[in-house]
């Protein structure tokens, strides 16, 4: 009886190492400040966000702005079917019930809505995150032709959220970036180090890299 009672001592004397160490490593891998971590924490993990695309002259000469889509307010857009769809054509019987869809998302982007004011409106924050120690996830989804290319990457005098992400990161980190070409980075988090003749080879690849972009 003795030893199993002792056995069983031991056993949770065990347990309560084990788990002191677990607290330890979890204060060791705390990378955010306390207050950086209230704020991520109070803000929803999922935000979706709906950028309505204009229509193009060609579309609207053709008569395909029949709005289907009202903005009703800032997170809230009601999908309606075109004028000349069966549905469309039935709800006009006053016996019938108007057909329409409601969606709501965490914020509605208007087609007048610019480049400039969809980053600072969306991304920005998460760029943000990002430079403090937070993890971030974006991507664009849509039908083809629905606008996500001009409004991830954007033409070169409209830049999109990509390049716009970019610059930003770059330019918070400028004082700590690696100006030399004695490095090379390999992989996520590994890096090797050039000779001098891997340096020279280095930078002529870069140069006729940039000459096929260029052309």
Same mark, same amino acid.
């Given at each position: 009886?003795?030893?199993?009672?002792?056995?069983?001592?031991?056993?949770?004397?065990?347990?309560?190492?084990?788990?002191?160490?677990?607290?330890?490593?979890?204060?060791?891998?705390?990378?955010?400040?306390?207050?950086?971590?209230?704020?991520?924490?109070?803000r929803?993990?999922?935000?979706?966000?709906?950028?309505?695309?204009?229509?193009?002259?060609?579309e609207?000469?053709?008569?395909?702005?029949?709005?289907?889509?009202?903005?009703?307010?800032?997170?809230?857009?009601?999908?309606? +079917?075109? !004028?000349?769809? @069966?549905?469309?054509?039935?709800?006009v019987? /006053?016996?019938?019930?108007? %057909? $329409?869809?409601?969606? &709501?998302?965490?914020?509605?982007?208007?087609?007048?809505?610019?480049?400039?004011?969809?980053?600072?409106?969306?991304?920005?924050?998460?760029?943000r995150?990002?430079?403090?120690?937070?993890?971030?996830?974006?991507?664009?989804?849509?039908?083809?032709?629905?606008?996500?290319?001009?409004?991830?990457?954007?033409?070169?005098?409209?830049?999109?959220?990509? +390049?716009? !992400?970019?610059? @930003?990161?770059?330019?918070?980190?400028?004082? /700590?970036?690696?100006?030399? %070409? $004695?490095?090379?980075? &390999?992989?996520?988090?590994?890096?090797?180090?050039?000779?001098?003749?891997?340096?020279?080879?280095?930078?002529?690849?870069?140069?006729?890299?940039?000459?096929?972009?260029?052309?």
């Amino acid at each position: 009886m003795e030893i199993c009672l002792n056995s069983s001592a031991d056993r949770r004397e065990r347990r309560l190492e084990v788990d002191d160490l677990k607290g330890n490593f979890a204060s060791e891998f705390t990378f955010l400040p306390n207050s950086q971590q209230s704020i991520l924490e109070e803000r929803e993990h999922l935000q979706v966000y709906l950028r309505i695309r204009p229509f193009t002259s060609a579309e609207h000469n053709s008569t395909e702005s029949q709005d289907c889509v009202s903005i009703e307010s800032a997170d809230t857009v009601l999908l309606k +079917p075109p !004028s000349v769809s @069966l549905s469309a054509r039935l709800s006009v019987d /006053r016996s019938l019930p108007h %057909t $329409g869809q409601r969606f &709501q998302f965490s914020q509605v982007f208007g087609p007048e809505t610019t480049q400039r004011e969809l980053f600072e409106g969306t991304v920005k924050d998460l760029v943000r995150d990002v430079l403090h120690g937070a993890n971030s996830l974006l991507f664009t989804y849509g039908v083809t032709n629905a606008g996500k290319t001009f409004t991830f990457l954007g033409p070169d005098a409209d830049a999109g959220i990509l +390049p716009r !992400s970019l610059d @930003l990161i770059f330019n918070s980190i400028d004082e /700590r970036v690696f100006t030399g %070409t $004695g490095i090379k980075p &390999q992989r996520c988090r590994e890096f090797s180090r050039l000779s001098t003749e891997q340096q020279v080879e280095e930078a002529a690849f870069k140069r006729n890299l940039f000459r096929q972009l260029k052309e």
